[in-house]
């Protein structure tokens, strides 16, 4: 059953969601996206394809983050 593919975080290292790199990552992505689609002001900056840019490196960063993870999120701090 699904039972064998269900995990716990009981016991595994957690870390306050503002520590995550992953989500710092797409905030940052995001706020400069919303940024210029807002107001253009980023465009002399970028290059024509910046959201074709985005498309394929966002995922791809997003995949390596991933796999680099070791530890789960929490949204209190965890105990120390």
Request: glycine content about 8%; proline content about 6%.
């Amino acid at each position: 059953g699904w039972s064998a593919f269900s995990t716990t975080l009981e016991g595994l290292p957690m870390k306050a969601w503002y520590q995550s790199k992953t989500l710092w990552v797409n905030i940052i992505v995001a706020a400069l996206a919303a940024l210029e689609a807002g107001t253009g002001v980023l465009q002399p900056f970028l290059p024509a394809n910046f959201y074709a840019l985005v498309a394929v490196g966002l995922p791809v960063i997003n995949a390596v983050l991933r796999i680099v993870t070791t530890q789960g999120l929490s949204l209190r701090k965890p105990d120390a």
